[in-house]
């Protein structure tokens, strides 16, 4: 679906206001950008949805859900929502990235989803920590991974259900959650209700939906979703020359930094005279450390003003004073996170198109 064949069309989901359609079988919903303009958090209703597998439960019954923990542990684990209620709650604001937000501005063009910027969102999720359901279990000496699945299927049996898996000490990090709430509400189904996975930080494919099974393995899993699928060059940022191979890959995992303008959109017209310009930044967990504006096309930049700090997982708001002067602008925004890693000029490359974080620009005109 290029970009070139016009509009995309929108389409209400249960649950979910008017998103870009990108499949309707498994849904793959896009987020509207002029949404990140409205708030730090992005509602329920507009949060963007993707599945890979057709085969998902059109209704959940909460009461009778089940959370099997089971593998290399001492004790196997049969978890209601009751359960995980009665254990101590984490409140994490965090953003939610697809390993392919921005796909389609690959040059040259790559296979999947032809995503937009809107494969993407920010929220507050609730819910108990997996340190906390391991402990219950208890871990065996030889436990490698640990291997989460929910309760969605493949339409065929040669597809792979769909698993993902974290290295034991990742899942046994402060911010990997089995989450029950989004923004303080039930999560709508289609991001994965009754209960979901964050791995704050990391992308998107982790955080698994529908979570019906903890799978504590003692060695590195080879499922597809792991072995072939989600894997990027290990390399510089991830990126490699079109076309180049020979290069060795690992399972995707910090999101990369990155930073929009949301207040207005490439082609934009506006008065001339003081204007506010309004954005968001994030990255993997250091924090935004500062944001910098361009009205150049990137020759100078200016610093913005960070708004409210949600935590280091979430969105960080940006304004900039502009005062703009009749005439033909390349804005540009750049993001530094605490880390110290920054956004480039130049786009990388890789064959998934994944992990795009080059430096956005905004050809505005003002009169
Ligand atoms: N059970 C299940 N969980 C899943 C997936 C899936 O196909 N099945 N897709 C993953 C991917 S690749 C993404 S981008 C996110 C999307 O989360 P959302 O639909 O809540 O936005 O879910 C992740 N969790
Ligand atoms: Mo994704």
């Given at each position: 679906m290029p970009f070139a064949n016009g509009d995309r069309e929108l389409l209400a989901f249960p649950q979910k206001r008017a998103l870009i359609v990108m499949t309707p079988r498994p849904p793959q919903l896009e987020t509207p950008f002029a949404v990140f303009d409205d708030g730090v958090l992005t509602p329920n209703d507009a949060f963007f949805v993707r599945w890979h597998l057709a085969g998902i439960p059109q209704s959940i019954d909460a009461s009778t859900h089940r959370i099997v923990v089971n593998g290399a542990v001492q004790r196997e684990l049969t978890l209601s929502l009751r359960d995980l209620a009665a254990m101590p709650a984490v409140e994490i604001v965090a953003v939610n990235e697809c390993s392919g937000n921005s796909r389609a501005f690959f040059h040259p063009r790559v296979p999947g989803g032809q995503w937009g910027n809107g494969a993407m969102g920010n929220a507050r999720w609730t819910g108990v920590r997996v340190r906390d359901i391991l402990d219950r279990a208890g871990l065996l000496p030889n436990a490698k991974q640990v291997q989460f699945r929910g309760l969605d299927e493949p339409v065929e049996p040669p597809t792979p259900a769909f698993r993902k898996s974290l290295d034991v000490d990742v899942a046994r990090g402060d911010d990997v959650i089995v989450a029950y709430l989004m923004n303080g509400q039930p999560m709508p189904l289609l991001n994965g209700f009754p209960v979901r996975l964050v791995v704050a930080g990391w992308y998107a494919t982790y955080w698994v939906k529908m979570l019906s099974k903890i799978t504590v393995l003692d060695h590195v899993d080879d499922n597809f979703w792991m072995k072939t699928a989600y894997r990027i060059p290990d390399t510089p940022n991830a990126g490699v020359a079109p076309?180049?191979?020979g290069f060795a890959t690992v399972p995707i995992n910090k999101l990369a930094v990155r930073s929009f303008v949301t207040s207005l959109t490439d082609g934009a017209a506006i008065n001339a005279g003081p204007a506010v310009l309004r954005g968001i930044a994030f990255d993997g967990g250091s924090g935004i450390r500062s944001v910098e504006v361009s009205a150049d096309g990137g020759a100078s930049w200016r610093r913005a003003t960070l708004e409210?700090?949600?935590?280091?997982?979430s969105f960080r708001r940006w304004t900039f004073q502009w005062n703009a002067a009749p005439g033909a602008y390349v804005l540009a925004v750049r993001a530094t996170s605490n880390d110290g890693s920054t956004q480039n000029a130049t786009p990388i490359w890789n064959a998934g198109g994944y992990m795009r974080n080059v430096i956005e620009t905004y050809k505005v005109t003002v009169s």
């Open positions: 076309g180049s191979t409210q700090d949600y935590g280091k997982y």
